[in-house]
């Protein structure tokens, strides 16, 4: 156990819907971190957030949006979805490796598993 | 932006016996390179680090090392056991900004422990 959370554990929904996951990071943890992992495309970074502020953002579709919010979880919001959006996503937090040019180390969480129909 | 290539895509090795996974990375910025271990249906699990300012690092029989000048880096099991038979990623932390990070990751190896 890591120490994220994330909910749901699986979600299923239809073409066209919305829907937003959950993610709570480990104790003390500032930033938190959305990836997206399908068959074809692998584990992708999709954005970064640390004290409520948007820090990277990667191949993160218009449809898709996140935030952090004060008491540091944080919420991906997908809309519009499409049958290409089913995979897993994954939540991961980090602790301060003790610079602002130094990587932190991630711990993910469980992930939830969407599945568009 | 940062690319890394992981081979092989999968790999089987006899219990006991040594399992070597490399991986190669364009950007020269980048300067962390975890391993994950993901079996399946579950989350990323961290098994090693290492970062720019080290050639090689161990734990147990786990050894991760890093070729700065050739930009590639491995990850080495020895005494290999059926609990290690997983996917395996690497990935490799390019610098995007200050505070901001975010991993990019190979393609994974499948590696299969016979009994």
């Known amino acids: 156990d890591s120490g994220v959370t994330q909910t749901p554990k699986h979600l299923i929904t239809a073409t066209g819907q919305r829907v937003t996951l959950r993610c709570s990071p480990r104790s003390g943890d500032l930033s938190v971190y959305w990836y997206q992992q399908s068959l074809d495309q692998g584990l992708q970074f999709l954005i970064q957030y640390y004290n409520g502020e948007e820090r990277a953002k990667g191949n993160i579709l218009e449809r898709f949006s996140a935030q952090q919010f004060p008491d540091l979880h944080s919420e991906l919001n997908l809309s519009s979805l499409e049958l290409g959006d089913s995979a897993l996503y994954f939540c991961a937090s980090s602790v301060p490796a003790g610079g602002l040019y130094l990587p932190d180390t991630q711990y993910f969480g469980p992930g939830t598993r969407l599945t568009v129909l | 932006g940062e690319n890394v290539e992981q081979h092989p895509s999968t790999l089987s090795v006899q219990e006991g016996d040594s399992a070597v996974i490399k991986c190669t990375y364009s950007?020269?910025?980048?300067?962390?390179f975890p391993w994950y271990k993901q079996e399946l249906g579950k989350r990323p699990q961290l098994i090693i680090d290492?970062?720019?300012?080290?050639g090689e690092k161990k734990d147990q029989r786990i050894a991760v090392t890093l070729n700065k000048t050739a930009k590639h880096f491995s990850l080495h099991i020895t005494e290999t056991q059926p609990e290690d038979s997983a996917v395996y990623f690497c990935a490799a932390t390019p610098l995007v900004g200050q505070g901001a990070q975010k991993l990019v990751f190979g393609q994974g190896t499948r590696l299969t422990i016979n009994p």
């Open positions: 950007d020269s910025a980048s300067n962390y």
């Open positions: 290492i970062r720019s300012n080290v």
